[in-house]
């Protein structure tokens, strides 16, 4: 190959194709010289080699004639290797770019990647064995990708219905759909996908991470693999292994093509993105990337001592996201994903540690000032995993306006309830409300706190009533990983069992949580496969497990009714305003009518007081929800009376008072497998109901 190389331009960063050329611009501090090297795609035979001409404010660049798209290209970064003062350049090691847009390959761990001599296990030793044969290249891209104009569903938040998934996981086992799409984005977007999700209801996807990912080399060795995806290294890039097209740039159209599916369908598109820590984790992971560029500015170091690196995160490495170039590349990673790809928003892993500062958490930080100042980054949906494993690391409640936060509390609180712990009762109230306790600040709304019940971290709700206990024996790691604590109970038996009672009993279990979940104030977030009673075998860390274990199962005929009961409950959700509040509700009287926003009514039918909160008995009671401010855009006036019995035995409810003219009508009973009541008819005020052990039921009131 011959080229030739000219200064080119400092900005923008990564590689920039023009019709004729590639600008190449990478960010270093440190480095003293950069090279960027050309690959043949197929082979991995290294064609040239150039030196970057120019650096320009702390960027290397140049401009290389006769390239264009589909170039494979890494760069070696030349600078001190001197770990002791958080240096690690070795021009050894081929680097990718940290805007790489395309791989052309998934990305697995190797000794030869490591910047030191692995056999001495000394990283402040130095290698000289060349990795490039290991390490995927990265493809230059059209730089001119129009911006994906299909039609956006821009849910409201307080409509919002979150469905967390596993691309891979979520379709390798779907039934009807084409084996060669099982896995994939192209399966993910397809009509036999985007089927279910509507039937169920669900307004928004939130993907497991799809941002090329490390499998890491502790993983590697015992047989297994990265299969959540949370090691990233390339930011824009979409990982590989969800994808069976051709390895070229062909990929970027099959995930715009997933998202245009999903949006046609009035489904948004939110990312799980990992921008707290890389997958080159410790000082003795590989040199892959950050590593290599400038170590000392895209990770936080020990103050003290910077061979080491301060680990908030618990993988090894925190990503320095204070610094104005860690900060310019998340910013521009994500606007790429919002404008190139076509995402509605992001969830944030460990988003605690991307608010850290010297002094530690800021929700008034560099990255989130300017994550909510970006003139269209503020306008997506942003969500918080508001903790990490540092100093000061739990901050629910505590992200700025703006953002939605998982929230624990709630999972925690609607399990050890159903679970039939004591004294949870007054606690699950406030989070039957929102977690006023923990949102109601800065006019922030209901729809901040995400609740839920599962999520990929932990077991899925069929575990939840099936086992006392982790069993994770199979990622290898003698059951060590994982929660210990996790407020289930197995009825029973642990694990699977054909015991009629033990069986009903979780069916029913399984119902009050997703109903708990889905009526309650705030944004519900359900863990697909959940509506399916999928079950991972007791392992509630199947980070590892890329195999029947982590993928959903279909067509469990045992639990067929239960993906009718969650459409029923996000049915009554969706048609009743009063379960998607706008305003937090304080047992204020309205306006309109002097009638009260929420009412908390003992089994007896009179009022809750104190007492009876605080009882230890206390694993029954009612709430009456109403509009908070009457009159508002969308109330209709509606009232319902939801009533909760975690008790093993039945509980004789007496319903309250309607207002003139109206009567209770049954709208919801997890007695029933389809959550439908046996009789729906409207019920005379004060009229007794024998209330079923561990059962919800739901009343709307309606003219007579």
């Known amino acids: 190959m011959t080229v030739s190389i000219r200064s080119g331009r400092p900005y923008p960063l990564g590689a920039q194709f023009d019709g004729e050329g590639v600008n190449f611009a990478i960010f270093s501090a440190n480095a003293t010289r950069v090279d960027v090297c050309l690959f043949e795609p197929l082979t991995g035979f290294e064609q040239a080699r150039l030196t970057l001409p120019e650096c320009t404010d702390e960027v290397f660049h140049g401009y290389v004639s006769g390239i264009g798209i589909g170039t494979a290209y890494g760069f070696r970064v030349h600078g001190p290797y001197d770990?002791?003062?958080?240096?690690?350049?070795?021009?050894?090691?081929?680097?990718?770019?940290?805007?790489?847009?395309?791989?052309?390959?998934?990305?697995?761990?190797?000794?030869?990647?490591?910047?030191?001599?692995?056999?001495?296990?000394?990283?402040?030793?130095?290698?000289?064995?060349?990795?490039?044969?290991?390490?995927?290249?990265?493809?230059?891209?059209?730089?001119?990708?129009?911006?994906?104009?299909?039609?956006?569903?821009?849910?409201?938040?307080?409509?919002?219905?979150?469905?967390?998934?596993?691309?891979?996981?979520?379709?390798?086992?779907?039934?009807?759909?084409?084996?060669?799409?099982?896995?994939?984005?192209?399966?993910?977007?397809?009509?036999?996908?985007?089927?279910?999700?509507?039937?169920?209801?669900?307004?928004?996807?939130?993907?497991?991470?799809?941002?090329?990912?490390?499998?890491?080399?502790?993983?590697?060795?015992?047989?297994?693999?990265?299969?959540?995806?949370?090691?990233?290294?390339?930011?824009?890039?979409?990982?590989?292994?969800?994808?069976?097209?051709?390895?070229?740039?062909?990929?970027?159209?099959?995930?715009?093509?997933?998202?245009?599916?999903?949006?046609?369908?009035?489904?948004?598109?939110?990312?799980?993105?990992?921008?707290?820590?890389?997958?080159?984790?410790?000082?003795?992971?590989?040199?892959?990337?950050?590593?290599?560029?400038?170590?000392?500015?895209?990770?936080?170091?020990?103050?003290?001592?910077?061979?080491?690196?301060?680990?908030?995160?618990?993988?090894?490495?925190?990503?320095?996201?204070?610094?104005?170039?860690?900060?310019?590349?998340?910013?521009?990673?994500?606007?790429?994903?919002?404008?190139?790809?076509?995402?509605?928003?992001?969830?944030?892993?460990?988003?605690?540690?991307?608010?850290?500062?010297?002094?530690?958490?800021?929700?008034?930080?560099?990255?989130?000032?300017?994550?909510?100042?970006?003139?269209?980054?503020?306008?997506?949906?942003?969500?918080?995993?508001?903790?990490?494993?540092?100093?000061?690391?739990?901050?629910?409640?505590?992200?700025?306006?703006?953002?939605?936060?998982?929230?624990?509390?709630?999972?925690?609180?609607?399990?050890?309830?159903?679970?039939?712990?004591?004294?949870?009762?007054?606690?699950?109230?406030?989070?039957?409300?929102?977690?006023?306790?923990?949102?109601?600040?800065?006019?922030r709304r209901p729809s901040a706190s995400v609740n839920f019940v599962t999520a990929h971290d932990g077991f899925t709700l069929k575990d939840v009533v099936s086992y006392a206990a982790k069993h994770n024996e199979a990622n290898l790691e003698d059951n060590r990983d994982g929660h210990s604590d996790n407020h289930s109970a197995n009825y029973g038996i642990e694990g699977p069992s054909t015991d009629p009672a033990v069986v009903a009993t979780r069916r029913r279990q399984m119902r009050n949580m997703l109903a708990t979940l889905l009526l309650s104030q705030g944004t519900p977030m359900l863990l697909a496969g959940d509506e399916l009673a999928n079950s991972q075998l007791g392992n509630n860390n199947a980070y590892c497990q890329d195999n029947p274990v982590g993928w959903v199962t279909w067509n469990r005929a045992d639990d067929a009714e239960l993906a009718d009961f969650v459409a029923h409950v996000v049915r009554l959700r969706q048609s009743h305003p009063v379960f998607r509040q706008t305003r937090f509700l304080h047992g204020t009287a309205r306006p309109d009518d002097g009638l009260v926003d929420v009412e908390w009514i003992a089994v007896s039918g009179r009022p809750m007081t104190a007492g009876d909160w605080n009882s230890r008995e206390c694993k029954a009671f009612g709430v009456i929800l109403r509009d908070s401010a009457l009159p508002h855009a969308e109330a209709d006036g509606d009232a319902v009376y939801l009533m909760l019995n975690a008790h093993r035995a039945n509980r004789r409810f007496h319903l309250p008072p309607t207002r003139d003219g109206h009567s209770w009508k049954p709208i919801l009973s997890s007695d029933m497998p389809t959550g439908r009541p046996a009789a729906a008819t409207p019920r005379r005020a004060w009229q007794a109901v024998e209330v079923p052990g561990r059962t919800f039921l739901a009343f709307v009131e309606v003219r007579a």
């Not at 409201?156 to 891979?168: L, Q």
């Not at 984005?185 to 669900?202: D, F, M, Q, S």
């Not at 994500?334 to 944030?348: K, M, N, P, T």
């Not at 699950?428 to 409300?433: F, P």
Request: net charge negative; proline share 8%.
């Open 83 to 443: 770990p002791e003062h958080g240096h690690r350049f070795n021009p050894h090691k081929l680097v990718i770019d940290p805007y790489a847009k395309v791989l052309t390959g998934r990305l697995r761990a190797s000794d030869l990647m490591a910047g030191y001599q692995p056999v001495t296990l000394d990283d402040a030793s130095f290698d000289t064995r060349d990795s490039a044969r290991v390490v995927p290249k990265a493809l230059v891209t059209d730089s001119k990708v129009p911006p994906c104009v299909s039609f956006r569903p821009a849910r409201p938040w307080r409509d919002t219905v979150i469905y967390e998934a596993h691309v891979r996981g979520l379709t390798m086992q779907m039934p009807r759909l084409p084996r060669a799409k099982a896995g994939t984005y192209e399966g993910l977007g397809a009509p036999e996908t985007i089927e279910h999700l509507v039937k169920l209801g669900i307004t928004a996807i939130e993907l497991l991470p799809i941002q090329a990912f490390m499998d890491d080399g502790f993983l590697t060795r015992k047989g297994l693999v990265n299969y959540w995806g949370y090691s990233p290294l390339c930011y824009f890039a979409p990982e590989p292994r969800y994808d069976h097209g051709a390895r070229d740039v062909s990929v970027i159209e099959r995930v715009r093509d997933m998202v245009r599916a999903l949006h046609e369908a009035g489904i948004e598109v939110l990312l799980d993105v990992v921008y707290n820590h890389t997958g080159e984790v410790d000082q003795f992971g590989p040199t892959l990337s950050f590593r290599g560029i400038d170590n000392a500015s895209y990770y936080r170091l020990n103050p003290g001592r910077p061979r080491w690196y301060i680990n908030d995160t618990g993988t090894g490495n925190t990503l320095n996201a204070g610094h104005p170039r860690v900060t310019q590349l998340i910013l521009d990673s994500l606007r790429y994903w919002v404008e190139a790809i076509g995402v509605d928003g992001f969830r944030f892993d460990l988003a605690t540690s991307v608010g850290r500062e010297p002094h530690g958490f800021d929700p008034e930080g560099r990255f989130l000032t300017a994550l909510r100042q970006d003139p269209l980054l503020s306008t997506v949906k942003l969500i918080a995993e508001p903790w990490d494993i540092g100093p000061g690391g739990y901050q629910l409640g505590n992200f700025p306006p703006g953002f939605s936060e998982w929230n624990d509390r709630f999972r925690d609180t609607v399990r050890a309830f159903w679970r039939g712990d004591e004294l949870v009762a007054p606690e699950l109230a406030a989070r039957l409300l929102g977690s006023p306790d923990r949102f109601d600040r800065s006019n």
